[in-house]
């Protein structure tokens, strides 16, 4: 039997956004009918967890999020002990739906962007101003803790943007960057991949980024070429599977496969021959006796593929032949592939196809000995505590060997025959830092990685320390150590304002309720309704979008009257201040008021804009306040991608060079002119700061470019 370490759901082909790489061809217009129900996806998980939880899930689509039963499903696998993660092109990943997610148990979210550029980004997608709220959906994550990676689908069109693309990641606090090679399937049938010796440039750049980078996870998906080049670069690399590490490559059919939403199980979603489908059987049958999973683990292949070094560690993509021989018309192929031309014209059985050479590669066979993965049987002179054992079974499987290898090296460098969990819990905090997202168990709880099994309370603290109860203390202890601090610091800070002496662990739980955005109220049938009428004839993702809003306004106004109920007087109110408008206090609006007049009505429009997302009725000055924090420091995670280092004017002229809708823009230059002079018009006398923005805003600003 071959562990499955990964698999995929594709819950549906609903899609609020029409990406031109789409490999199912999911789009708006596609129907709910036929899509797995949410008792047929529950006993996938039942029957996948009951085989083991080390198999991680992905959620992802289409769009997931159309999925009303997303919570439902993530809770359920989360609650066998399976690591339930959600991939999501972040458009509706609105922070109702974050604290949902969370609260359902989700490891992390997977939001997809493809250009630090806003108008490429929403070109590639197919929706304008998709760039905004997948960033604002990133900024819902960081705020209520829950880890996300960022997806990018590198082409010939961005490629240029590798480099900045991982500097933002690690500025947006992401824990991974996903690098993802197109495989010309669906919508992306149609578009030009990059050249495989651009390719190879890239796979050069991430494993060198990599190795400089070591906070931040980045990882080349649908390009095994991965493992040989950082097995070239250092035959050590913990990037290998010489050393152990079984992701990063292709595991189609080996390790990995997918469920279409109708229930077909395929080794990946660029190979499309469907094995089974797990409404006709079961799905362990279909992975474990699948003719083409079988051949895909015990692979015959040919051409170059065939004759390679690095065919066990590698061995080439196998969906990309198979794509070429299954083309009605020929494919061109890029020009410094010409050994593959053949395929062009040549029609091949899908099985011979299936184990023909990789044409988007770059390396020739050298005749050299063969390359062995790592074989973690054999005899050792090291033994293993029943606690390592423990934690070593939480790992992933994909990373199972290389940790073996890697704590049995340690505890011999400490001369110790023995592997025990301090020395698992030594190399995961030299490894991740404080970075290593937490891992759900059986029971659904948050399990801390192995560098955080201290738990104690944060030590320091800037002023005096409350005193905390033994059952808030382990509270706290449970929280992954990235997160603890802040954790630390609010319970503190809530608990002095309303005159406490100790925190404990109902003002813990209280905190954590607060934070859920759901219904409080009872809703009337009138009152439902109305608000279904209103959200009918908008698109799904629009519905999606409001929805929350106007759910809370609606039971802001049923409060205003005393009343626990909802009625449709109160959903008429909202709908009649125009979706949940919000109101202004004298002092917000007279800063408002005040700004220059060039920038005064988009100040205007985008707070009103972040108070309805929040749910607010009301638009303080401390509100104001934070939407103008949160969008500059989005602006300088921003610049920091693009490669900017100094908080000045030049950034303009950098920005210039490097944005499209810049270049020539004339209206632009005058609005930038404009800014400049006002602002050096009210610069500091001392010249510490540009006058405008707190002391402390600058210094974090400055403090996130230079880090």
Not at 408 to 435: P, Y
Request: net charge neutral.
């Amino acid at each position: 039997m071959h562990d499955l370490y990964l698999i995929a759901i594709n819950l549906t082909r609903r899609c609020n956004l029409a990406c031109e790489h789409c490999y199912m061809d999911a789009d708006g217009r596609a129907s709910a009918a036929g899509e797995l129900g949410t008792a047929e996806v529950t006993q996938l998980l039942d029957e996948i967890a009951a085989r083991g939880t080390e198999t991680m899930v992905v959620l992802t689509g289409g769009e997931p999020l159309l999925r009303r039963d997303l919570e439902r499903l993530v809770s359920h696998g989360s609650q066998l002990g399976l690591a339930m993660v959600v991939g999501t092109n972040g458009v509706l990943l609105n922070e109702s739906r974050v604290v949902s997610l969370k609260r359902a148990g989700v490891m992390g979210i997977g939001i997809s962007l493809d250009s630090l550029e806003p108008d490429s980004h929403d070109r590639f997608r197919g929706c304008n101003g998709s760039w905004e709220k997948t960033l604002a959906g990133m900024d819902f994550c960081r705020r209520h803790q829950l880890p996300f990676q960022v997806h990018f689908s590198v082409t010939d069109r961005n490629a240029h943007e590798v480099r900045s693309m991982i500097d933002f990641t690690r500025a947006a606090g992401a824990h991974v960057l996903n690098i993802f090679f197109l495989v010309c399937t669906g919508r992306g049938e149609s578009m030009s991949d990059i050249s495989p010796a651009r390719y190879e440039a890239v796979l050069n750049e991430l494993v060198e980024a990599q190795a400089n980078t070591p906070e931040l996870l980045i990882r080349a998906r649908c390009a095994p070429h991965f493992k040989r080049v950082a097995y070239e670069r250092d035959p050590d690399s913990p990037l290998t599977r010489a050393q152990g590490y079984e992701g990063g490559g292709c595991l189609a059919g080996i390790h990995y496969c997918r469920i279409t939403p109708e229930g077909a199980v395929t080794a990946c979603p660029y190979i499309p021959d469907e094995q089974g489908n797990i409404r006709q059987e079961s799905f362990w049958r279909i992975w474990d006796h699948a003719p083409q999973m079988q051949s895909l683990r015990q692979p015959t292949l040919t051409g170059k593929c065939g004759k390679c070094e690095y065919r066990k560690l590698c061995g080439g993509c196998r969906a990309r032949p198979l794509g070429i021989a299954r083309a009605a018309e020929p494919i061109a192929l890029p020009s410094d592939a010409t050994e593959y031309h053949l395929l062009t014209t040549e029609r091949l059985g899908h099985g011979e196809a299936l184990m023909r050479a990789d044409p988007w590669c770059g390396h020739y066979p050298t005749g050299k000995p063969l390359i062995e993965p790592l074989n973690e049987s054999g005899p050792t002179t090291i033994s293993w505590s029943p606690e390592a054992e423990q934690r070593l079974a939480r790992v992933p499987g994909f990373l199972r060997k290389m940790v073996r290898k890697r704590a049995e090296a340690h505890a011999v460098e400490q001369g110790e025959s023995q592997v025990t969990v301090a020395h698992m819990s030594a190399l995961a905090a030299k490894r991740f830092g404080d970075n290593m997202p937490a891992r759900p168990t059986a029971s659904g709880d948050q399990a801390t990685p192995g560098n955080q099994a201290s738990g104690e309370i944060p030590p320091e603290s800037p002023v005096r320390r409350l005193a905390w109860t033994a059952e808030a203390t382990e509270y706290l202890q449970q929280t992954p150590t990235f997160l603890r601090e802040g954790v630390f610091a609010v319970a503190e800070d809530v608990a002095r304002q309303e005159g406490r002496l100790e925190v404990n662990i109902n003002l813990l739980r209280r905190l954590e309720a607060e934070d859920d955005p759901a219904r409080k109220l009872f809703w009337e049938d009138q009152a439902e309704e109305l608000l279904e009428v209103v959200l009918a004839g908008r698109a799904p993702q629009v519905a999606l979008f409001v929805r929350p809003s106007m759910e809370a306004a609606a039971e802001r106004e049923a409060k205003r009257r005393d009343s626990i109920v909802v009625s449709e007087a109160d959903v008429a109110v909202v709908i009649a201040t125009d979706m949940a408008g919000v109101e202004w206090d004298a002092d917000a609006l007279a800063r408002v008021e005040s700004a220059p007049d060039f920038v005064r009505g988009g100040i205007k429009k985008a707070a009103e804009f972040g108070a309805r997302r929040e749910g607010l009725s009301r638009i303080t000055a401390e509100d104001l306040t934070r939407f103008r924090n949160r969008a500059m420091m989005r602006a300088v995670r921003r610049m920091k991608g693009f490669g900017m280092a100094d908080l000045d004017f030049d950034a303009f002229a950098i920005a210039r060079e490097r944005v499209p809708r810049l270049k020539g823009n004339e209206q632009a230059v005058k609005r930038f002119q404009q800014i400049r002079s006002y602002v050096e018009s009210k610069q500091a006398p001392d010249g510490g700061g540009l006058g405008l923005l707190d002391r402390d805003l600058l210094e974090r600003m400055r403090a996130e470019l230079r880090r």
